[in-house]
């Protein structure tokens, strides 16, 4: 039996290091491809021969689009995963329930109200305040009605508000500039970012990573119930304040740079569930690589493909993870008594 | 030696008593039943004397009070296995009796052999040994009933806490829960359950409490609890009792109200 447990570790371990490995083929593509030189190994030999215009492209355009990438993949996809693991939820994503939507919505008003030019700080922390406030009322609303279904409907709500509020503000815009650039918001995109932006938003991110990654056994527990759950020792408020405030510091910091995209953190998880046997804990470090592997994916996709206008990242993962959302929505139903 | 010691519990759900000053004691190696109609009060009782509702009175747990003890040693000292439990994610058997391991694990490090050993004992014990690696949603209910036991049972407590453990189980099913929890109290701890079934109560454990709206209507064996005037007074029922080499057998059989319609 000791031989058992330990061939489920080693399978474990080697799961997150396939996904390292893809992750790092990702970056690398990510870095060496693009519109201005389709040939990596051209690119590769003008780095290493010192070709100034390769070395500024690749350091100052790709290089942010790639580590932001990776950043807010991991985000969303951690994030999906403990948000499931705490209200059981397989549909339980912070697109979905608008948890992104409303970090949106923090980062347009802080533009909107001119808060943003005051500091620099104002605008992801009212991203993260959008974001703690609606992962804090639908964790509330969990513990009083604990229907998968009535938590996705509460989602819906908080993501429709939040959307029309947006959309006011951009209503009232008052001029074309502020309004092309709190667009971003709604849909999303990875494009046009800097180094700054990347040190904007990690340290947020890297806090909720610690306090997302730390709940991995109580959520373990939480597949028993929650009496049964406290029974074991597992302290309810605690743990739940724990996922919200490390959702709302990973995905309010991810949606301030790159407005909200959704899908990731539903589709990441919900593809390694199987692989590691269904077990909360085992879910958050492989959902957060699948995660960041999944957006980098998209990204390159995006940047690669021979399009007039380049598309809008949110709104591809939307066409990716709308289809995963009604089937998922089908065999949750099913499930139901 | 006395396991559990609980003096004038009280609790109260939204302003209203839903159990009231109750005292009992469980020894080491005693299995002891809660019965009384829907709504008495057993399932609270028994939350609360797992520390999961706030009561008034004292628990003591090994002479040390519930109250005073930590979330870690608490979950130890007991182990509760909620009514009509189940598992949200179809773990495989062996995950799912590793998490009763939880209280003992040191934080970051992986099961130590003594608790590899603790979840080993408790799928022999169950006779799910070979369904280890099957995970949860392919077992039948039966089985499932038993891998969720097998998970208390890997607590280790001194104090086993169950709530309607036979419940939507069939009588082959019950009769083997019923076994592996006295088996369980006869290896020295001390085992107390919810239970609605009456013949079980009297065949299986070494005293019943019987509850009505939330009061003690009475305490001891099952010759003396399971009464007929006991029985009127809390279920409403009349039962046929009956022995069989040497066991009591208690059959509810009539409601009282058309009992009582029929002799006028």
Redesign the interface.
């Known amino acids: 039996m000791n031989d058992a447990a330990s061939a489920d570790r080693r399978r474990y371990r080697r799961l997150n290091l396939s996904l390292v490995a893809v992750l790092l083929g990702l970056s690398l593509a990510g870095l060496l491809l693009g519109p201005v030189s389709r040939n990596p190994w051209q690119t590769l030999i003008g780095l290493l021969g010192g070709d100034q215009r390769l070395v500024a492209i690749v350091l100052e355009i790709r290089l942010p689009r790639v580590l932001l990438g990776l950043l807010v993949g991991a985000s969303l996809g951690l994030s999906g995963a403990a948000l499931q693991g705490l209200l059981r939820n397989p549909l339980a994503e912070p697109g979905i329930l608008g948890v992104s939507a409303s970090a949106g919505l923090g980062a347009v008003l802080a533009l909107y109200f001119g808060w943003a030019q005051v500091t620099l700080w104002a605008l992801p922390s009212f991203a993260l305040l959008g974001a703690l406030l609606a992962t804090a009322f639908l964790a509330l609303l969990a513990i009083r009605d604990s229907s998968p279904l009535s938590l996705i409907l509460a989602g819906v709500a908080v993501s429709s508000l939040a959307v029309a509020l947006t959309s006011l503000a951009l209503n009232l815009a008052p001029n074309p500039l502020a309004l092309s650039e709190m667009v971003l918001w709604l849909l999303g995109s990875l494009r046009d970012r800097g180094l700054s932006d990347v040190a904007l938003a990690a340290p947020f991110m890297l806090i909720g990573w610690v306090l997302l990654l730390s709940v991995g056994r109580e959520l373990d527990a939480l597949t028993l119930g929650e009496d049964a759950a406290r029974s074991l020792g597992v302290r309810l408020g605690w743990l739940r304040a724990r996922v919200i405030g490390g959702t709302a510091l990973a995905v309010g910091a991810a949606t301030a740079v790159t407005g909200s995209v959704g899908f990731v953190g539903l589709i990441a998880p919900h593809l390694l569930r199987p692989w590691v046997g269904y077990q909360p804990s085992r879910v958050l470090l492989p959902g957060a690589l699948a995660g960041a592997a999944l957006l980098a994916a998209a990204d390159l996709g995006i940047r690669l493909l021979p399009t007039q206008q380049e598309l809008m990242l949110g709104v591809v993962t939307a066409l990716l993870g709308v289809p995963f959302f009604v089937h998922l929505l089908l065999r949750t139903r099913r499930a139901l008594p | 030696m006395i396991v559990l010691d609980g003096e004038q519990i009280s609790v109260a759900l939204a302003g209203r008593t839903v159990v009231n000053s109750i005292s009992f004691r469980a020894n080491a190696g005693q299995l002891i039943a809660l019965l009384g109609p829907n709504g008495a009060g057993k399932s609270t009782l028994l ?1 609360a004397l ?3 509702r706030p009561f008034h009175g004292s628990v003591r747990v090994q002479g040390r009070l519930l109250t005073r003890l930590n ?2 040693d ?2 130890r000292a ?5 009514q009509g ?8 058997v ?3 009796v590793e ?2 391991r ?2 003992h ?1 040191a934080p970051w490090q ?2 130590a052999a003594a608790d ?1 050993l603790a979840v ?1 004992t408790a799928l022999q014990r169950t006779g799910i040994g070979e369904l ?2 099957r ?1 949860f949603d392919t077992l039948s209910g039966g089985e499932r009933a038993r891998v ?1 036991l097998a ?1 208390v049972l890997a ?1 280790e407590a001194p104090l086993l806490l169950a709530d309607e453990p036979v419940a939507s189980l069939d009588p082959y099913q019950q009769l083997q829960v019923m076994e592996l929890l006295r088996d369980y109290a006869n290896s020295g701890a001390a085992v107390v359950i919810v239970l609605h079934d009456l013949t079980l109560a009297a065949r299986f454990c070494d005293a019943l409490l019987l509850l009505r709206n939330g009061t003690l209507v009475a305490h001891g064996p099952a010759e003396m609890v399971l009464s007929p005037e006991h029985l009127a007074a809390t279920y409403r029922v009349t039962a046929l009792h009956g022995e069989h080499q040497g066991q009591p057998y208690v059959l509810p059989w009539r409601q009282q109200t058309r009992d009582r319609g029929a002799a006028e």
């Open positions: 939350a797992a520390g999961l979330r870690r608490k979950a007991l182990a509760y296995l909620p439990q189940t598992a949200h994610w179809p773990l495989t062996r995950r799912l998490l009763g939880l209280p694990l992986p099961p590899r080993e280890a690696d995970p969720l998970r607590v």
